[in-house]
């Protein structure tokens, strides 16, 4: 295994992405080191969780740490549910059901979607850097395929006629918005040496 990486998420779907999309880092999540730490994602922006995350790894371990904040939105609803997918989901009882509510809220408006995933990278006294990665689409529903997690079963990438939940892993890793992250941030680490 090549250099280790401290993950700063507890989400075992983002962090075995991570390590499928940077082959050459060994990524720890953050856990393993100081334990079973909450992180609260307090900030209205992607960046602002992301740089939240890593920056408080970093500080508390004194060296790189990563972190990503991403999440689903709707042109036609604002961008909304955006920096709150998560807590939408909850707020719904569950990511199924979070899914019935959109289509309810979106109704016959333009099913325009975009999956938006920021990682900021923290590094002892230098300054935090950005990645971002985005994939256009529309949400389609009833949701449709079992090989992914969250808004995965509702999104079809433009281009395409099957929802990334459909696509499977290994072309989902190619095109989504946390493989288009994780290609900038590992570029940035080879040339970075």
């Known amino acids: 295994m090549g250099r280790k990486l401290v993950m700063a998420s507890a989400n075992e779907s983002k962090i075995a992405e991570a390590r499928a999309l940077?082959?050459?880092?060994?990524?720890?999540?953050?856990?393993?080191?100081?334990?079973?730490?909450?992180?609260?994602?307090?900030?209205?922006t992607f960046e602002g969780n992301a740089r939240l995350k890593?920056?408080?790894?970093?500080?508390?371990?004194?060296?790189?740490?990563?972190?990503?904040?991403?999440?689903?939105?709707?042109?036609?609803?604002?961008?909304?549910?955006?920096?709150?997918?998560?807590?939408?989901?909850?707020?719904?009882g569950g990511y199924a059901a979070a899914q019935t509510e959109l289509a309810r809220r979106l109704g016959d408006?333009?099913?325009?979607?975009?999956?938006v995933n920021v990682i900021a990278l923290a590094r002892p006294n230098l300054p935090t850097k950005f990645f971002k990665g985005l994939v256009?689409?529309?949400?389609?529903?009833?949701?449709?395929?079992?090989d992914g997690f969250a808004f995965d079963n509702v999104f079809?990438?433009?281009?395409?006629?099957k929802t990334f939940a459909e696509l499977g892993r290994a072309v989902k890793d190619k095109i989504s918005?946390?493989?288009?992250?994780?290609?900038?941030?590992?570029?940035f680490l080879k040339n970075a040496g």
């Open 22 to 44: 940077l082959p050459g880092y060994e990524i720890i999540p953050y856990r393993e080191i100081l334990g079973d730490v909450e992180i609260p994602e307090t900030e209205e």
């Open 54 to 92: 890593a920056e408080y790894v970093s500080s508390r371990l004194g060296e790189m740490a990563i972190s990503d904040d991403s999440g689903f939105c709707l042109a036609a609803l604002g961008g909304f549910p955006g920096v709150r997918s998560h807590e939408f989901g909850d707020e719904c």
């Open 109 to 115: 408006k333009d099913p325009a979607a975009y999956f």
């Open 136 to 146: 256009e689409g529309r949400f389609v529903y009833p949701p449709r395929g079992n």
């Open 156 to 161: 079809v990438p433009e281009g395409m006629e």
């Open 177 to 187: 918005h946390r493989a288009r992250g994780f290609r900038a941030l590992a570029e």
